[in-house]
């Protein structure tokens, strides 16, 4: 449809650009007369992105505790790290009352993690909030949470664009890893496998992304907490 209803075509390609998507972006303004190309910290001091705290959301809040939002699924977009890892995440401090998880989804996914991911939706430490908020919603809880942990998918940029502290989970593996697609926001951080497998089978058993350990993300938390 963008040949039907374009009267200016920029002509480039994205396979092998060493940019970030982000700044590939603008490649579309070049017919418009506009060459510049970002720098990536200039893009994050353009965002002017903010959310405001919901006191509703005060109900899920534990006194002097860490609240961090894990959202495991992408709807397909992005390589998901394994849900066997994110419950790993959540039982190696099951013991420590002061980590607490906010479970994010829709209503849908929420329904695949109940099946498929029973323990790490009813985990004593995690409450599932999947279906119960609009993106809205999201961004407000962001707010109040000390962390957040997902893969390359929407709400992983809305918490960096919004400031907040997350970790972003990706594959060595271009053009889907972290130089094309990571977070941008000052509390912005990517983790990824050291090197590619070059035996994935496909987004669902990718090794690349079960090479990421549970303790590698807890610690990235903790640095980012610091």
Not at 66 to 79: A, D, E, T, V
Not at 138 to 156: E, F, K, N, Y
Not at 169 to 191: E, M, N, T, V
Request: net charge positive; with cysteine.
């Amino acid at each position: 449809y963008h040949w039907l209803s374009c009267n200016k075509l920029a002509h480039f390609s994205r396979v092998n650009s060493p940019l970030h998507e982000a700044q590939l972006n603008f490649a579309l303004l070049r017919p418009l007369g506009v060459t510049l190309v970002p720098s990536l910290p200039q893009l994050v001091d353009w965002y002017g992105v903010s959310a405001e705290p919901d006191p509703a959301h005060a109900q899920w809040c534990k006194a002097g505790a860490r609240h961090i939002i894990l959202h495991p699924k992408s709807n397909g977009n992005g390589r998901e790290w394994p849900l066997a890892s994110f419950l790993q995440l959540v039982q190696s401090v099951a013991g420590d009352a002061s980590w607490q998880f906010w479970l994010t989804g829709s209503a849908k996914e929420g329904e695949f993690l109940a099946e498929h991911a029973p323990q790490l939706v009813t985990a004593p430490n995690v409450q599932n909030l999947c279906g119960k908020l609009d993106l809205g919603g999201l961004a407000r809880l962001m707010t109040r949470a000390d962390g957040l942990v997902a893969s390359g998918t929407g709400p992983l940029h809305m918490a960096a664009a919004l400031g907040r502290p997350c970790v972003g989970l990706f594959p060595p593996i271009k053009p889907i890893d972290p130089a094309r697609w990571g977070a941008l926001g000052k509390q912005a951080q990517s983790l990824v496998g050291a090197s590619a497998c070059n035996s994935c089978t496909g987004a669902a058993q990718c090794q690349c992304m079960q090479a990421i350990t549970p303790a590698q993300v807890l610690a990235a938390l903790a640095a980012g907490l610091a």
